[in-house]
């Protein structure tokens, strides 16, 4: 679509195309495309899963061997009849060829997630804090007084570049999984939900850290400030979440309750969310952290939104 | 009302305890480039960023034809802007960076070209920002507020780093811009630049407006007209002058007669019999009316 305007003697008229909701989707995929953060991470994306897949298969070939050895019957001796029965439950497991396929595929077709995920987190963080960092942040808004679309349009390109690192990705590793079942005579268990639901929540993981990364960078425009804090709340945040709740378990408060509480953390959720099994015992449900992670999501983009709307750029 | 006018209303902007800008008025018309002149740190730039919506006032209003920028319905048609010359990504081509704000205004990439020809870019539309000059940095930014095609130019210190050629362009340009009926804003800094360009002046220093008026009003404001000239016979020009006529020797061995014009030293000399060899009408130069006018107030706060 295209209008001409009309010009008073000595303007040129400049036409008007593009819809307007779409314009500033296209300014902000336009502005991923054209630096080379994007290809950059990308590799860095594809590194990480090449290795992920190597541990992932080296271990999946593991378990089937076991999976196909002898299975003969686990003898628990000295061991309360619970802890026995357990013991021999998971002795049932290994050995059953079935839970240890889907289990491969699982894992395989995920792989590379870990850092995937904060590879994306990083990057939809650079996607904002770019603007400050190289001071185009006058030109844009200058293009686009009203701030909040511009928030907006960027989330949109960002969600969107997540869902091209998780289709890469995911090529990838089926690739690489089919030739693995192939050679293993075994199927890859596309068809069973189990499997798809881990691929899908791994979609869905990719997705919530994008919008948190562009919340994040809203939130801080510095740019090392936003990496860093970025980093903290990914790798430190997961570790760090468990130890400080353990403790709390331990020292403060003796309930199994403290444990899934831990799901508040962004990072403890993310795992959560995309774990197809639960992440360990206690811990709360795939749904849970899904609303948490939206959460951190709304409340990073919606204080960021109202930040950038306020703030002063100079 | 879309005529273009910029209108600055008591606006004020305070950062915790500096007044950067502090009740200031002025009213800038469309047809003209008016310099906005003032000493380092006098608001210049705060005041241009609060008319673009990038910085809030503390009170007052800043409009555009009438409208404050945020209302404006297509703002970078109506309003073009040079901020800093550094504002794009190192790592992202000229033609590119034109390209994002194209996509973002609803105009076609192909208007990106078309200003890098304005403002002679092409030859460097797809090179990175990180390997443009200074002057070439100048020149996207240009190239950057050109876009839309505006009515209302406003530049802060477009000049910066342009070598001569490039600042004669520029003058051209926006000489053209205000003959075509645009409104044209510039600060700087190069005041003898400015005594060529600009038609208007508005002369603030912290914070607080000077003087606003045409280029040679303010001139005149700061000195009666007197006449420069060369005689060999000075003592005889001085006795035929009026007994009250300040006239000053100077060192190069010129005269400064103080309010008389031309015509009428040239008169009185042919009179007396005298030989002029030289004979000028010597206005102060913007250079000293502006030092004069911002003289103590340009501190740092």
Partial sequence: MSVATHAPAGRTAVPHTGT???????SE?????????WWLFGIGTLVVTGLALWANLAQAAGDLATARGPAGSLTVEGAAPAEAARAQAEFAAQHDLHTQVIKAAGNIFTAGQFFGLMLVLLLTALVVTNEYQYQTATATFLTTPHR???VLGKLVAGTGLAMLYFVVTLGVDLVAGLIFFNAEHLSASLGEWPVQRAILFNALGYLAWAVLGIGLGTLIRNQIGSVVTSLVVYLVGYAGTIIVFQLIRLYLIHRDGVLTAAVAAPSIASQVMISPEKLYPQSAAWWVGALVMLGWSILAGGVGIMLTRRRDIS | MSDGQIAVLGLTKVYRKVRAVDDLSFTVEAGRVTGFLGPNGAGKTTTLRMLLNLVRPTAGTATIGGRRYADLTDPI???GAILEASGAHRGRTGRNHLRMLCYAAGMPASRADEVLELVGLTPAAKRKFKGYSLGMRQRLGIAAAMLGDPQVLLLDEPANGLDPEGIRWMRDLLKRLADEGRTVLVSSHLLAEMEILADD???IAAGQLVRQGTVTDIIDSMGAPQVRLRTPEPDK???ALDKATVVRRNDDGSLIVAGMDPAGVGDLALRAGV?????VADRPDLENVFLELTAGKATIR
Avoid: C
């Fill in chain 1, 20 to 26: 307007p909701g779409l314009r500033l989707i296209r």
């Fill in chain 1, 29 to 37: 995929i336009s502005k991923i495309f054209s630096t080379n953060a």
């Fill in chain 1, 148 to 150: 909040s679309r511009v």
């Fill in chain 2, 77 to 79: 048609r109506t309003v």
């Fill in chain 2, 201 to 203: 002046l508005v002369i």
């Fill in chain 2, 237 to 239: 020009l001085i006795a």
């Fill in chain 2, 275 to 279: 030989a002029l060899h030289e004979l």
